[in-house]
């Protein structure tokens, strides 16, 4: 019996990767529950003790400190043994699995599909299973029952029934814990990926930067022939991804972002975090993208809103903007003449909608202009303006 006990949690320990001090706690927390069921021991302060002697498989049982004889155990003592190991087994597995897993948390896991339950998928991972939802697939996925996946481990949670992992093919984790499994030099941390934006299924852009100057980072994430990226891609059933150049000066950065699309000129608003671009009109259906998706991404991957406009629209509204101000100087309101204009722009109104922007009483307190004058003249740009 004892030798036999002791090849089973030998088992244990080699194939269920538990601790042999956690098998041997279960085994004495066994037999201190088979004792007192044995003995009909309820009282608390009867200390009953367990010893188990791991190398020879010897058990002795201990009612206040004085050894009980095997005699005094049945068949019911056994059996009570025998669960409680059980459960006990079973609780340090859960615990070995969830410990395996939750350190495994945000990288890429494989297994294989080994059911279906309400549209979701669920992945044999070896000695565990996990959940990969539909709404984590990435679009026009399809799986059968036996195929291998890949799938990237987003949250790992201890329940009463065992670990419950959850996985994603849509996160940006998927990307990034592909490019380096893939790119040896971003794995030696040469390479780093600043930034990633991602509309799964569709396309990402991963901004790379090298730390040695020798190494280009761009080229590292490429691979010999495209090789590298191709294995990504595939991997993703088709998704496109631009690899970009990192670049701390914004404006080269954003021109890299919104490639393939080619840029005239860029206008930058740190403070607002915005930025307007100019492209040649051939170019503006590119940097705009299929419903959006490539000024999309690019401004996600730079944190900056990005504005696109062609070349012909930019100066067609800068050419609109001149011949509306032309067409209503301040010298053409009503009761504006030479000394007047002289006096309003050395108050700092130059055009017309600087003074609708103000209240009467501004045009009022400004010496050289009466009451009437100023009426006049103040309702005649509010009516321009509107």
Do not use: W
Request: charged share 35%.
């Amino acid at each position: 019996m004892n030798g036999e006990l002791l090849s089973v949690l030998e088992y244990i320990e080699r194939e269920k990767g538990i601790k042999r001090e956690i098998l041997i706690e279960a085994v004495e927390s066994a037999l201190v529950s088979a004792a007192r069921k044995a003995t009909g021991t309820k009282d608390e302060e009867d200390n009953i003790t367990a010893k188990f002697d791991s190398n020879t498989g010897s058990i002795k049982i201990f009612l206040n400190e004085k050894e009980i004889t095997s005699p005094e155990f049945g068949r019911i003592a056994a059996q009570t043994a025998k669960q409680v190991i059980i459960q006990k087994i079973r609780e340090a597995e859960r615990d070995v699995i969830f410990e395996e897993f939750h350190t495994r948390k945000g990288s890429i896991v494989t297994g294989g599909v080994h059911r279906f339950e309400k549209g979701n998928i669920i992945v044999d991972l070896g000695r565990a299973e996990a959940v990969l939802p539909k709404t984590e697939l990435l679009p026009r996925e399809r799986y059968k029952q036996g195929e291998r996946i890949k799938a990237y481990v987003i949250n790992v949670e201890r329940t009463s029934k065992g670990s419950h992992i959850l996985l994603s093919r849509k996160n940006e984790g998927m990307i990034k814990k592909l490019f380096e499994l893939e790119v040896p030099e971003i794995g030696d941390g040469i390479v780093e990926i600043k930034a990633i934006s991602r509309e799964p299924g569709e396309r990402t852009k991963i901004a790379v930067t090298s730390k040695d100057g020798k190494i280009d980072s761009v080229g590292a994430c490429v691979g010999m022939r495209g090789q590298r990226v191709k294995n990504i891609v595939n991997e993703l059933q088709g998704e496109k991804i631009d690899i970009v150049r990192y670049n701390d000066d914004i404006t080269e950065y954003i021109k890299g972002a919104l490639s393939p699309a080619e840029t005239m000129k860029i206008t930058v608003d740190k403070e607002n975090q915005t930025a307007d671009i100019i492209v040649n009109d051939d170019q503006l259906s590119l940097a705009i993208g299929r419903r959006g998706q490539n000024i999309k991404l690019a401004s996600k991957l730079v944190g900056y809103e990005l504005n696109v406009k062609s070349k012909s629209e930019a100066e067609g509204k800068t050419e609109e903007a001149e011949e509306e101000q032309g067409a209503f100087p301040i010298s053409e309101l009503p009761g504006v003449g030479k000394k007047v204009l002289e006096t309003l722009k050395g108050a700092g109104f130059n055009e017309v909608e600087d003074i609708a922007k103000v209240k009467l009483k501004d045009l009022l307190e400004i010496k050289g202009i009466g009451k009437k004058t100023a009426e006049k003249i103040y309702n005649a740009a509010k009516e321009l303006s509107e």
